[in-house]
């Protein structure tokens, strides 16, 4: 090869290295606003992660640079590769999006979580997730990508406002831990949002300045108003032998969200079939066993379900059943499963309780009951079903008002409440 040769190809291959470095520097410069949690995912049925993974992505719908931050999926050993190079945002994988139903827009990042076989408490202490993301994740990887962080990890809003870094702090549970004074009143705590009226006086009651805090209903995600007219149909024929309506129930399988309560119910609607979506295993065992104790015949268990089959499941029922019970979870539990059933169209009964007692003035809701009363769930279900005929494409006044509570307009909402100078900048 001549020597022009060579200085061209060493020439072409300097400027692929220059452009590598500089799509290198690019992407290490692009402030994110980032969404953590310290869980592992994907974990099918955790309520809490579908918040998290929706939340995300319904900032990166708006047009943000967003990042979901989560702990690896597989535990690794601890070696100097993943300690040098621990965040590696990337696209979400298949098995994230599908689970998720996420739109394509969102980056994630995996964090290795050490696997240690040594006995060593200071090493173990050392490599805990905690100690990892405080002292070294976040000061050296993640803070450089931050614009704003968004997490319902105290520790790593902590984390990041020790850092310079603003936050966001979602909280959906009572507890009693107080707040740190010291990061509650500092400027860089932006806002802090919870679910729930009774959340919100918990946490003042903790420390947190009133004036920081703010109630925003979750979201749900837009796939559930794609009608699914076929699918639709198909659940029809698979799960209607000899009954003549279709009662469904979409969520965790837990006495005090009402499953055992919707059997009882099962009991007196021998006209209808009860198909209950969602559980693991060990749940979804252990409620047929139940079943088959009660002699239940028309009942079925359908164990967890995408996102992608969930919506055609709603929209084939007669009526959606949301029977949760009285008791401390009932004053914060947050209407995920609530805009689901919404946006499907198709005639809801629920329980009231404290968390949902708001929603009975907007007529959006077929039938209420008292909690804790399956005489009383049983006959508002026949009401409804007498007074609130099957349509396959739904009914449109659910449809429109549901809208409002998107991930996309909750995410909208909430940069509402964050300075300008601090806000993560829309992508080009």
Known sequence: ??????????????????????????????????????????????????????????MANLGYPSLLIHLSKEPSALNLTNLLRPFQPQAPSEELINLYNLRGKLKVAALPTPKLKSTSKLLKKATH???????????????????????????????????????IYEHHHHEEKQFDPEIVQNPLLQVAV?????????????GLPADKIVKLHSGFNSVFLNRQPEQAATWRKQLLTNEQYLVVYAGALLPFKGVDLLLDVAQQLT??????????????????????????????????????????LLQAADVLAHPHCSGPASTFTSPLKLFDYLASGTPIVATEITSLVEFKSCNAIAGWCEPDN???????????????????????????????????????????????????????
């Open 194 to 206: 919870t679910v729930a009226d009774s959340v919100r006086e918990s946490m003042i009651q903790n």
């Open 271 to 312: 006209h209808a079939h009860f198909a209950f979506a969602g559980g693991d295993e060990t749940q979804v065992t252990a409620y047929k066993q139940l079943a088959i104790e009660k002699q239940l015949r028309n009942v079925t268990f359908l164990g967890h379900l995408s996102h992608t089959s969930l919506p055609g």
């Open 1 to 58: 090869m001549s020597k022009v040769g060579i200085m061209v190809q060493v020439g072409r291959a300097s400027e692929e290295t220059a452009d590598s470095k500089t799509l290198s520097t690019n992407s290490i410069m692009l402030k994110h606003y980032i969404f953590f949690t310290r869980n592992v995912m994907p974990q099918p049925g955790a309520a809490h992660l579908v918040h998290a993974a929706n939340s995300a992505d319904g």
């Open 374 to 428: 399956p005489d009383s769930f049983a006959r508002c279900i026949q009401q409804v079903l007498e007074t609130y005929p099957r349509k396959s494409e739904g009914y449109s006044h659910m449809i429109d008002y549901v809208q409002q509570f998107s991930w996309e307009n909750r995410a909208a909402k909430l940069l509402s409440y964050v300075k300008d100078s601090m806000r993560p900048v829309l992508l080009q």
């Open 129 to 167: 997730p905690s100690t990892l993301i405080a002292k070294y994740y976040f000061p050296i990887h993640i803070r450089p990508a931050a614009q704003i962080v968004h997490s319902r990890d105290w520790n790593f809003v902590e984390s990041a406002i020790k850092c310079g870094v603003p936050a």
